[in-house]
């Protein structure tokens, strides 16, 4: 299974734009790209995903390296809601049902 | 709305017990999996479900049995838990014709003693 790298941390301060790398190099050419996040105390939720074309929603942005080989989850004004951790993932569809394998993810903190 | 949900929030059993963990979701998807999360190890999907009687064996299968009787429906069974067990055990649900998102219920935080 192709892997993901992600910072164990980083901070943002709130109402500022934060950028959660991710690398995947040995990402294969029909891996999409998903993110996810864990808020405290709940399960992980469904944020952003994208093959090739960056992406946009109403939560946040994904900008996909020309290459794929990294990408990175663009949150636009961060708010203390936003804190959690964030799970940058390859989703492989080659079995019977696509299946996600998470990482660790990166723990992001947000402050006044 | 998606609703996954879990049958307990916290569970508490003695070692050599058999422990079921249910699951329900309510928007008629095909696709269903149990994962555990432990500290530093990240989630770790143990058994999946692409349909009624069908599973399949995840990353960490050992110690865990399944069961789908029912399309809505999707059991965790431990046959005798053991220390080891005790963990964050999370369920999630997903569309067949529409993968990409998976919906996941709040976990049960279950502790073998």
């Known amino acids: 299974d192709a892997k993901t790298t992600q910072p164990n941390s980083m901070e943002s301060n709130e109402e500022e734009p934060v950028h959660l790398p991710c690398n995947h190099s040995?990402?294969?050419?029909?891996?999409?790209i998903h993110w996810y996040r864990q808020l405290p105390s709940q399960g992980p939720e469904y944020v952003i995903h994208g093959l090739t074309s960056n992406v946009n929603n109403r939560m946040a942005s994904l900008a996909i390296a020309e290459d794929r080989k990294s990408s990175t989850l663009i949150l636009h004004r961060a708010t203390l809601r936003d804190a959690a951790v964030y799970y940058c993932i390859l989703r492989d569809d080659s079995g019977t049902a696509s299946k996600l394998t998470f990482g660790t993810g990166t723990r992001l903190q947000v402050t006044l | 709305d998606v609703k996954v949900t879990q049958s307990s929030r916290y569970l508490v059993k003695r070692t050599g017990e058999k422990v079921f963990l249910e699951c329900v979701q309510d928007?008629?998807?095909?696709?269903m999996f149990w994962y555990r999360q432990d500290p530093g190890l990240g989630l770790r999907l143990i058994y999946f479900s692409y349909d009624v009687k069908m599973k399949e064996k995840g990353d960490i299968p050992e110690g865990y049995s399944v069961s789908r009787e029912k399309k809505e429906r999707f059991s965790l069974i431990l046959e005798s838990a053991s220390t080891n067990q005790t963990s964050m055990y999370l369920c999630?649900?997903?569309?067949?014709?529409?993968?990409?998102?998976?919906?996941f219920g709040p976990g049960t935080r279950l502790t073998v003693t």
């Open positions: 040995t990402i294969s050419g029909t891996d999409y």
């Open positions: 999630a649900s997903s569309s067949g014709q529409d993968p990409y998102e998976q919906y």
């Open positions: 928007m008629d998807h095909e696709n």
